[in-house]
């Protein structure tokens, strides 16, 4: 059986190579990325910071929505007036500390007409007080444009 499978003389050495660097990709690069994700923040979290399969409204995901009108706010100029809607949003607390907040702010730039937005905004406590806005970290934020607001 080895004599059909090594036919020449190069046969076993071609193997020999092919077996080493199948070692050494696994070895040098599938292994510790696969431990790299593992170990990633989308998988490591204090355990007791659960998370909910539904929406939820508690005092966690109304921090993590302050912490996102802060976010946002920051992506406009200090001229522009937001006002954000606070009792029509939704919120998933993700577990580990991860919040997914879904809401709307009315955007009026000087000279312009208001627009309304619609934001979803992730963003992670990192551990300390709630109310610490360097305790949270944005994962990702989307803003998008809706309609004109209606003018009060």
Not at 59 to 85: G, H, I, Y
Not at 96 to 107: E, M
Request: charged fraction near 25%.
């Amino acid at each position: 059986m080895l004599q059909k499978m090594f036919k020449n003389k190069y046969s076993l050495l071609l193997w020999a190579v092919y077996v080493v660097a199948l070692y050494v990709i696994l070895d040098k690069a599938v292994v510790p990325f696969a431990l790299w994700v593992a170990n990633s923040e989308v998988f490591t979290g204090d355990a007791s910071q659960g998370g909910e399969p539904t929406q939820v409204h508690d005092d966690r995901t109304e921090m993590a929505l302050l912490q996102c009108k802060r976010l946002v706010q920051d992506k406009f100029d200090e001229k522009a007036t937001l006002v954000f809607e606070d009792t029509n949003y939704q919120a998933w607390d993700v577990g580990f500390g991860r919040f997914l907040i879904k809401a709307q702010v009315d955007v009026t730039e000087p000279n312009s007409a208001p627009v309304r937005k619609n934001y979803v905004c992730e963003i992670r406590h990192t551990g300390g007080d709630l109310a610490e806005r360097g305790n949270w970290k944005l994962q990702g934020l989307s803003l998008n444009d809706v309609a004109a607001a209606a003018r009060p």
